[in-house]
């Protein structure tokens, strides 16, 4: 049951460039969605989120978008830096209960 | 944003001991969570906790998981008898003052052998 998808598992960007991170969702009533980045042996860091009220939400180089008839949303990093290296997931709150619903998380190399 | 401990940060174990996972906030928080993680899947939720009740529940929590809050401010996860499939890093999150936003803590990466 993949309620919360994220299609690419890897992604290379070099350094100044812009990074789009993807997901896909089926259930329409999620009300909430997060963006976390993990690095190996470490939990999930809160990035950004975004109620499912808004299209778009910003912070900082981060800027996270809604599309809500597409049930699809998307992360945007730039500039990207080395540091942003790590692995991304999307998470959706909502759908009975608080609970989190992650996706399966995109590798994100940014390269000098 | 809040933050919260966990102990041991790894543990190994034979397959059928019982192991006790701790969680640690550093503050008070009424909501609690249990996640897992198995090498290379997604993050999965197992429990939620409230005002010291389990308020929801994952399939996987079966009848070999229990939580609770022994002294009001530790959150423990018990596994009572561990098979080879438990194998995961297990993570504690909590919410800040938004109840949609959870916090994890670094996680406990448990072996069972």
């Known amino acids: 049951d993949q309620q919360v998808k994220q299609n690419s598992p890897s992604l290379s960007v070099q350094e100044g460039r812009i990074s789009i991170l993807n997901c896909d969702y089926t259930?329409?009533?999620?009300?909430?969605f997060l963006w976390y980045k993990k690095y190996p042996a470490e939990g999930p860091t809160f990035l950004i989120s975004i109620s499912s009220i808004k299209d778009k939400n910003e912070d900082g180089r981060f800027t996270v978008f809604l599309n809500k008839s597409a049930k699809h949303l998307s992360l945007h990093i730039v500039p990207s830096q080395p540091g942003d290296s790590a692995v991304y997931f999307c998470?959706?709150?909502?759908?009975?209960?608080?609970?989190?619903?992650f996706g399966t998380g995109t590798q994100l190399k940014v390269e000098l | 944003e809040p933050e919260v401990t966990q102990t041991p940060s790894h543990q190994v174990t034979q397959m059928g001991q019982e192991v006790i996972l701790r969680c640690v906030p550093i503050?008070?928080?009424?909501?609690f969570y249990w996640y897992r993680q198995i090498l290379g899947q997604k993050v999965e939720f197992l429990v939620s906790f409230y005002n010291n009740e389990i308020s929801e529940k994952s399939e996987i929590f079966d009848d070999q998981f229990s939580v609770e809050r022994p002294d009001g401010s530790n959150f423990t996860l018990k596994i009572r008898s561990t098979k080879l499939e438990d194998s995961a890093m297990y993570f504690c999150?909590?919410?800040?003052?938004?109840?949609?936003?959870?916090?994890f803590g670094p996680g406990t990466r448990l072996t069972v052998l």
């Open positions: 259930n329409s009533m999620f009300d909430y």
């Open positions: 503050s008070n928080h009424l909501y």
């Open positions: 999150a909590i919410t800040g003052v938004s109840t949609d936003t959870q916090y």
């Open positions: 998470a959706a709150h909502g759908g009975g209960g608080n609970k989190l619903t």
